[in-house]
C-alpha cells in the first residue's frame, strides 16, 4: 500500500486496499491485472543510476550528473518521475527547475552535503501541466532562456 501511495499507482486500482494488495501479490499463477503503456518508445535506463537517484532523492542528497557531453553539479533531485515509457529527473540547480532524461544520464556521483527540499520547488514539479510537459521541458527551457534568469526558471544545458 506505501510503494502504491508513494509512487502515484494507488489512483489505478479502485478500492485499493491491505486485501485487494495481498490478493494481488500473492495469487498463484498470471496476474489478474496488467498495466499496459501502449507502444511508446521506451528507453534504456540504467538500473545503477536509477538505483542511485532513488537514494539520493531519498536521503535529500545533492549529485553531479555527466553524460551524452554534458555535466551537471549540484542538482537538487526531488524526484524520478516516469511518463510515457522514459523516466526523468525533476528537481533545482541553483533555484532552476530542471528535468533531464535519465536515459542521458551515465554516471552519477552522490555529495556528501544535503538539501533542503524547497515546497515552491515541489508544487511546481507535481503540477500536471509540469509533468505534462516533461519531454518538451529542455526546448521550452531554451526558449525561456532568453529572457531575464528568475528563480525557478527551467535550466536549459543538456
Not at 495469487?27 to 507502444?39: A, K, N, R
Not at 540504467?46 to 557531453?69: I, M, P, S, W, Y
Not at 529527473?89 to 552519477?108: C, E, F
Request: charged letters at 15%; aromatic letters at 8%; glycine letters at 10%.
Amino acid at each position: 500500500m506505501t510503494f502504491a501511495r508513494q509512487s502515484g499507482v494507488e489512483s489505478l486500482f479502485p478500492g485499493l486496499d491491505g486485501h485487494l494488495v495481498s490478493s494481488l501479490l500473492s495469487g498463484p499463477g498470471e496476474s489478474p491485472c496488467l498495466i499496459w503503456q501502449g507502444e511508446s518508445a521506451q528507453t534504456i535506463t540504467d538500473g545503477g543510476v536509477f538505483t542511485q537517484l532513488v537514494n539520493a532523492v531519498q536521503e535529500c542528497r545533492k549529485v553531479t550528473l555527466r553524460g551524452n557531453g554534458c555535466s551537471h553539479t549540484d542538482i537538487a533531485p526531488y524526484r524520478l518521475v516516469l511518463h510515457a515509457g522514459n523516466w526523468y529527473l525533476t528537481g533545482a540547480h541553483q533555484a532552476r527547475i530542471i528535468a533531464l532524461p535519465l536515459a542521458d544520464i551515465r554516471v552519477v556521483t552522490l555529495h556528501p552535503d544535503s538539501f533542503t527540499p524547497d515546497a515552491t520547488v515541489r508544487a511546481i514539479l507535481s503540477r500536471p501541466d509540469f509533468l505534462q510537459a516533461l519531454p518538451h521541458f529542455r526546448f521550452i527551457g531554451e526558449v525561456l532562456s532568453g529572457f531575464v534568469p528568475e528563480p525557478h526558471q527551467p535550466i536549459t544545458e543538456g
